[in-house]
């Protein structure tokens, strides 16, 4: 369990909004973990600068998105967790033939920009659950299309500074980015080209609604695809469907998705997929990796 020795400010004079020992769980979509030692709501891009420039060094710096795949363990985040505000960090703006997309505009505003201007290629991004900022953290994609194909541009904020670095410079690969240390997406630059995406943009929204557990207390997709392979066929094959631990269960109708029934802790979700990953490994051989992000310490 986390516990800190003293109350007293550690960090930079910041005018945005610092907590001490903030409640998560209800930001998350699972709603289960513990606090964070500081909650930090930056004022704008200079206060989020400051804090990363002037924090502790070693001090541990999270960013909290849509935290759609994440699950935050029952003991708490050491250490700053940021939370970028939508006023300040969500605004969406028409760019010739893209946009600039601030870091906390969900995805799905994004698409929905992009369909009332007539501009096509990022209708994926309504099956996304998530924010821009992380996105572009993990590379996110869905339904054939990934950010490594539609971005020109991300801003980040480092200690050192505000960057501009473009898709390759960012290293993106699958469900993944290499973004510098301490960095945090600000804004970025989707490319979009004319067309109309809304038959794409309804397929999709059907395909969530029939084979996804999109109303349940979920983390959306648990483990990535194995080359040439599919995570939830590779859960089934191995009896996984619908097994449960506590008030944790493998989804009966996505198995790749994990569910909290409604009073399950961090660390029965976790454990959950990590009995999964032990039966797939038993009978498949192969070892599945953890798609959904796993932060903080046990209780």
Not at 23 to 28: D, E, K, N, S, Y
Not at 36 to 47: G, K
Not at 87 to 100: A, E, K, L, S
Not at 146 to 152: N, Y
Request: glycine share 12%; net charge neutral; hydrophobic share 45%.
């Amino acid at each position: 369990m986390m516990t800190r020795e003293s109350t007293a400010p550690v960090l930079p004079p910041l005018r945005g909004r610092v907590q001490a020992e903030a409640p998560l769980a209800a930001f998350t979509w699972f709603r289960v973990g513990g606090p964070a030692e500081w909650l930090v709501r930056p004022a704008d891009v200079d206060d989020l600068l400051l804090l990363l420039r002037d924090a502790p060094a070693g001090m541990p710096v999270t960013v909290l998105g849509a935290a759609s795949n994440l699950i935050i363990r029952d003991g708490g985040v050491r250490g700053v967790v940021l939370r970028l505000g939508g006023r300040t960090f969500g605004g969406v703006v028409r760019d010739g033939d893209g946009y600039v997309a601030g870091a906390a505009a969900l995805d799905t505003t994004v698409a929905e920009y992009a369909a009332a201007d007539g501009l096509d290629g990022l209708a994926f991004l309504s099956g996304i659950p998530g924010t821009i900022g992380g996105a572009v953290a993990m590379n996110a994609g869905a339904y054939g299309s990934d950010i490594a194909e539609v971005l020109d541009w991300a801003e980040i904020a480092t200690p050192e500074g505000l960057v501009r670095l473009n898709a390759a410079e960012l290293g993106l690969a699958y469900r993944h980015s290499a973004l510098p240390a301490r960095g945090v997406v600000v804004r970025a630059r989707l490319r979009a080209h004319p067309g109309d995406p809304a038959p794409r943009m309804a397929e999709i929204r059907a395909a969530r609604e029939a084979t996804q557990p999109v109303r349940a207390r979920t983390g959306g997709s648990t483990f990535a695809n194995p080359p040439g392979q599919k995570a939830w066929a590779l859960i089934d094959a191995a009896g996984c469907r619908g097994m449960t631990l506590g008030q944790a269960q493998v989804s009966p109708l996505h198995c790749n998705f994990l569910l909290n029934l409604g009073g399950a802790t961090a660390a029965e979700i976790e454990a959950l997929g990590e009995a999964v990953r032990e039966q797939v490994r038993a009978r498949s051989g192969v070892d599945l990796r953890w798609e959904i992000r796993r932060i903080g310490e046990p209780a």
